[in-house]
């Protein structure tokens, strides 16, 4: 299980988001970063920041 936390790169930021795919991680942190941030263009130096914090989501106790 992948994970992304938008705190990790917008600081305040709340909003996570969790799936076994990273590609769909990618695919909904895109989303919230246009909604959310008002990021109209996610360019290449965005999507390596994005993918540098994915990481794999701790298991719960």
């Known amino acids: 299980m992948k994970e992304f936390h938008c705190g990790?790169?917008?600081?305040?930021?709340?909003?996570?988001?969790?799936?076994?795919?990273?590609a769909e991680v990618m695919r909904r942190t895109v989303e919230h970063m246009r909604q959310?941030?008002?990021?109209?263009?996610?360019?290449?130096?965005m999507v390596e920041a994005i993918r540098s914090r994915i990481t794999n989501a701790q298991k719960a106790a």
């Open 8 to 22: 990790s790169l917008v600081p305040g930021c709340d909003w996570h988001t969790r799936h076994d795919e990273e």
């Open 36 to 45: 959310a941030h008002g990021e109209d263009t996610i360019r290449e130096t």
